[in-house]
């Protein structure tokens, strides 16, 4: 059962429905849900796949580079990451990772910078990787301290990041270092670092609980080139946001595809499962279980493609995808606790669509922007409009004061 009704919303155009279509009939026949053994080799072939599958032209912009479009439709991009988040939680990371680890080269590379990897991370030739958190910088990213030091025409980059997915089986990383020392976040450049890098290694690999390649990266006296610099020196931070921007409302649609599968799971079992002489879809109970979880999932993608579609119209996008973000992976976490709790026992067993979803959902949750994050940015998204509003109404008012006084006068 695919519930795709939500695809007659008047966010998408005749195209996003026909990509859904398409790209739901090749997920139903290449994807699995669970991958048995080695994970970078599963990411790879992934990576390969939806490579060759002609998917991964949506996770980067620029039709010289072999993209979809001109720039990245996020429209096409979220409803690309619900659809494989729906089928594959690992096929979603390798897709959306290819995004995030060429977004800031997408939007701010030189001509150069694009021909060399665009290209290569559209057919799934290479795989990217975006490092920006560090052991003391994760909420707080201006807090960052691997530093870049310029020598002549390159740059030294020395110091750690962390929790860098992809890292370990990456091509390339693009990182953020501080090139000012005191200057906040207005000190960080960013830099395209090849995987082969002398200097740069895998510190340590991390096991989590959604297994995906992860790494700890160590730099130490990483010889640069100036021309594998991203960006404006000092202006690295504006390059994060920018890219998060982006891909933050697709954490969001990912978030609604593991919630709508859940759901999936829930329907098929409370009416499979008979018990008191019924079956748990007939007490009403479990329908109002099921009425909220969808109302839930609506509320998510409802906020989910207005910010998709928000930022396709070149309209600021920041607190809609923070509310997005933060509705929709807060959302699917209750609707798939649901969909374990109809399952009684066999919603924990290993590797039950519903206990993987479970663990698949809980890191959405933290990284891009924790929840506590996303508040924030809302709260100083609204407040700043608030303020914006009062000083214009103070102004208008000002302005009739003195028309008023003006016209006593006269
Ligand atoms: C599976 C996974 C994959 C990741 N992949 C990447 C990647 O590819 N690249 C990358 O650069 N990073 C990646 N990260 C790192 C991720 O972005 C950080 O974990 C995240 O930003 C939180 O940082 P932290 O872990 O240091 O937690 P902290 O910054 O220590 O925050 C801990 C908690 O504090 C709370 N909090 C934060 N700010 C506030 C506040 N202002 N007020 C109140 N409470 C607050 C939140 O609940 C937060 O979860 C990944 C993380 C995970 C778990």
């Given at each position: 059962?695919?519930?795709?009704?939500?695809?007659?919303?008047?966010?998408?155009?005749?195209?996003?429905?026909?990509?859904?279509?398409?790209?739901?009939?090749?997920?139903?026949?290449?994807?699995?849900?669970?991958?048995?053994?080695?994970?970078?080799?599963?990411?790879?072939?992934?990576?390969?796949?939806?490579?060759?599958?002609?998917?991964?032209?949506?996770?980067?912009?620029?039709?010289?580079?072999?993209?979809?479009?001109?720039?990245?439709?996020?429209?096409?991009?979220?409803?690309?990451?619900?659809?494989?988040?729906?089928?594959?939680?690992?096929?979603?990371?390798?897709?959306?990772?290819?995004?995030?680890?060429?977004?800031?080269?997408?939007?701010?590379?030189?001509?150069?910078?694009?021909?060399?990897?665009?290209?290569?991370?559209?057919?799934?030739?290479?795989?990217?990787?975006?490092?920006?958190?560090e052991p003391e910088a994760g909420s707080d990213a201006a807090a960052m301290q691997c530093e870049a030091t310029r020598s002549g025409d390159s740059y030294e980059l020395n110091g750690e990041k962390t929790f860098i997915s992809n890292g370990g089986?990456?091509?390339?990383?693009?990182?953020?270092?501080?090139?000012?020392?005191?200057?906040?976040?207005?000190?960080?450049?960013?830099?395209?670092?090849?995987?082969?890098?002398?200097?740069?290694?895998?510190?340590?690999?991390?096991?989590?609980?959604?297994?995906?390649?992860?790494?700890?990266?160590?730099?130490?006296?990483?010889?640069?080139?100036?021309?594998?610099?991203?960006?404006?020196?000092?202006?690295?931070?504006?390059?994060?946001?920018?890219?998060?921007?982006?891909?933050?409302?697709?954490?969001?649609?990912?978030?609604?595809?593991?919630?709508?599968?859940?759901?999936?799971?829930?329907?098929?079992?409370?009416?499979?499962?008979?018990?008191?002489?019924?079956?748990?879809?007939?007490?009403?109970?479990?329908?109002?279980?099921?009425?909220?979880?969808?109302?839930?999932?609506?509320?998510?993608?409802?906020?989910?493609?207005?910010?998709?579609?928000?930022?396709?119209?070149?309209?600021?996008?920041?607190?809609?995808?923070?509310?997005?973000?933060?509705?929709?992976?807060?959302?699917?976490?209750?609707?798939?606790?649901?969909?374990?709790?109809?399952?009684?026992?066999?919603?924990?067993?290993?590797?039950?669509?519903?206990?993987?979803?479970?663990?698949?959902?809980?890191?959405?949750?933290?990284?891009?922007?924790?929840?506590?994050?996303?508040?924030?940015?809302?709260?100083?998204?609204?407040?700043?409009?608030?303020?914006?509003?009062?000083?214009?109404?103070?102004?208008?008012?000002?302005?009739?004061?003195?028309?008023?006084?003006?016209?006593?006068?006269?």
């Amino acid at each position: 059962m695919v519930d795709s009704s939500f695809l007659n919303w008047p966010f998408f155009e005749e195209r996003h429905r026909k990509l859904a279509r398409d790209l739901e009939a090749w997920a139903s026949a290449h994807l699995s849900a669970s991958h048995d053994g080695n994970i970078d080799e599963a990411c790879r072939k992934l990576v390969r796949e939806l490579g060759s599958a002609g998917w991964l032209k949506y996770a980067i912009g620029g039709t010289a580079y072999g993209a979809a479009a001109e720039t990245i439709d996020t429209r096409a991009l979220c409803i690309i990451r619900e659809t494989l988040a729906r089928h594959s939680g690992l096929a979603d990371f390798a897709f959306a990772m290819q995004g995030l680890g060429s977004g800031a080269i997408t939007l701010f590379g030189t001509e150069a910078q694009k021909q060399k990897y665009l290209p290569r991370v559209g057919s799934g030739e290479y795989i990217s990787a975006f490092a920006l958190s560090e052991p003391e910088a994760g909420s707080d990213a201006a807090a960052m301290q691997c530093e870049a030091t310029r020598s002549g025409d390159s740059y030294e980059l020395n110091g750690e990041k962390t929790f860098i997915s992809n890292g370990g089986i990456a091509d390339f990383y693009v990182v953020f270092a501080r090139t000012t020392e005191s200057g906040g976040s207005r000190g960080i450049t960013a830099f395209i670092v090849d995987a082969k890098t002398r200097g740069l290694d895998i510190a340590e690999r991390i096991q989590v609980m959604a297994p995906h390649p992860l790494a700890r990266l160590q730099f130490t006296n990483c010889g640069i080139p100036d021309s594998q610099r991203l960006g404006e020196v000092d202006q690295g931070f504006k390059v994060a946001m920018a890219t998060l921007d982006v891909f933050r409302t697709s954490v969001a649609a990912a978030a609604t595809g593991f919630a709508r599968r859940a759901l999936e799971e829930a329907l098929r079992r409370a009416f499979s499962r008979k018990m008191f002489g019924q079956t748990l879809a007939d007490f009403q109970l479990t329908q109002a279980k099921l009425a909220e979880m969808a109302t839930g999932i609506d509320a998510a993608a409802l906020l989910t493609y207005r910010a998709a579609w928000q930022r396709d119209q070149g309209q600021n996008v920041t607190v809609a995808a923070a509310m997005a973000k933060m509705t929709a992976t807060e959302t699917a976490q209750k609707v798939i606790d649901a969909a374990v709790q109809m399952f009684g026992g066999q919603g924990v067993v290993s590797e039950e669509p519903v206990e993987r979803l479970y663990r698949e959902i809980r890191p959405l949750r933290i990284y891009e922007g924790a929840t506590e994050v996303q508040q924030l940015i809302i709260a100083r998204g609204i407040i700043k409009r608030f303020q914006e509003s009062e000083l214009s109404q103070g102004q208008v008012k000002g302005a009739e004061a003195t028309h008023l006084a003006g016209g006593r006068k006269a």
